[in-house]
């Protein structure tokens, strides 16, 4: 049929882990972790199950894992939040992305996107009728540009869609940077819809810091977060919002016509997890800082350019030096046929001509499956 989804393609991450399963490669290409999550948090889940949580759960959420996404609102940000009124509950952070979209634009609006950026936010903005204003960073430094922003920014402008940490760059936004975004936001009376996703994966002393925790800035924001990240279980879909009254009556109302509820049984888990003290976190990040060095290192011997990363799951590496005669796009094919190690293009994460000689390696996956692919490219190259 003919529809508005006509033009869109099947996501990147899901041809390539089809082709890395064609080829037995080492997928360090779509990000998810090789190891569960934490045994109590699985365990509350199975007996969640079994105790016959089976049924409808409040359309917003349970009420544990509303209070216990407010609490980590306060204890991580000083954020005060309303946990009936100011939580929404949603089936991963995807769904909370789309209901806060819908909750925010209509038909004409123009919301503002950095590129690059993750696969889901243009097809959704433009199912909408809204239309997309992208500005770009640019490797090696990832920076803002500042005037290009501003530029961007109009009468139109409804909302940014900022992800910090972000995907795939590994750049965490400095204060600097979100106040040039406050700023902005404040000027032309728009929102902000953060997918903060990565909150907790950040590195070497970085802090993510919420926009929503900016002067003026509470009730412009939807705070977006993901049990899938936060607790290494990407194929729970537990996501949730945190957002002024408002916004979240609006949010809850596409969640209610999205899928109405999420798995209570998963709830519950996720609010155990929540609950848990800061050493679980700070181990997490911990563990993937030492993950990343331990990639980066294992690159940067083959002769990739890696660049910092200071959180999420990801590495970017420019491939040239290897002397490699193709795009990013041949580059990722042919690691994955010829290599049997599988990276994402990062061209998949802009619209149009863009940088073409980066791929993005996951290194969210156990010290020694890291250290076979870089055995397996050592050997290739
Ligand atoms: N946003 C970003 C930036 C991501 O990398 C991901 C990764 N999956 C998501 C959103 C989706 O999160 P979820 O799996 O909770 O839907
Ligand atoms: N967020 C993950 C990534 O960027 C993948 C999510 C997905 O497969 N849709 O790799």
Redesign the pocket.
């Known amino acids: 049929p003919n529809s508005l989804l006509s033009n869109v393609g099947t996501t990147i991450f899901t041809v390539m882990s089809a082709l890395a399963v064609q080829h037995g490669s080492i997928n360090l290409g779509q990000?998810f972790p090789d190891t569960d999550g934490p045994e109590d948090v699985l365990r509350t889940a199975a007996e969640a199950l079994l105790d016959g949580r089976n049924q409808y759960p409040p359309m917003t959420g349970v009420p544990e894992l509303r209070r216990a996404v407010a609490a980590t609102n306060a204890r991580f940000y000083g954020l005060e939040v309303d946990p009936d009124s100011e939580v929404v509950v949603t089936s991963?952070?995807?769904?909370a992305?789309t209901a806060s979209l819908m909750a925010l634009v209509n038909p004409g609006d123009e919301v503002v996107l950095i590129e690059p950026l993750?696969d889901t936010y243009l097809p959704v903005v433009r199912l909408l009728g809204a239309i997309p204003r992208l500005v770009r960073l640019t490797p090696p430094k990832w920076e803002l540009p500042r005037a290009e922003l501003a530029a961007a920014f109009g009468p139109k402008t409804k909302a940014i869609l900022l992800?910090t940490p972000m995907?795939p760059t590994g750049k965490v936004f400095t204060g600097a940077e979100l106040a040039f975004i406050a700023e902005l936001l404040q000027k032309h009376d728009a929102y902000a819809i953060c997918?903060e996703?990565y909150e907790h994966l950040t590195f070497d002393g970085w802090k993510h810091i919420p926009l929503m925790t900016l002067p003026g800035l509470r009730d412009r924001c939807l705070r977006i977060g993901?049990a899938?990240k936060t607790f290494s279980l990407?194929g729970w879909?537990v996501?949730y919002i945190t957002a002024p009254k408002a916004l979240a009556a609006v949010a809850a109302k596409a969640h209610q016509n999205l899928v109405f509820t999420t798995p209570p049984n998963l709830q519950r888990a996720v609010a155990v997890g929540l609950g848990k003290d800061d050493a679980y976190f700070a181990q997490l990040s911990a563990d993937l800082a030492a993950r990343r060095d331990r990639l980066s290192e294992g690159l940067a011997r083959i002769g990739f350019t890696v660049l910092p990363v200071q959180g999420s799951y990801f590495v970017t590496a420019d491939f040239r030096p290897l002397g490699f005669n193709g795009d990013d796009v041949a580059f990722c094919r042919h690691i994955t046929e010829q290599a049997g190690v599988t990276a994402i293009p990062v061209t998949a994460f802009y619209e149009g001509a863009a940088p073409n000689h980066f791929a993005r390696f996951a290194f969210c996956k156990r010290p020694e499956v890291l250290d076979e692919a870089v055995a397996r490219l050592v050997r290739h190259f």
């Open positions: 990000g991963g952070a995807t769904e992305i993750y992800n995907n997918d996703v993901s899938g990407t879909k996501g």
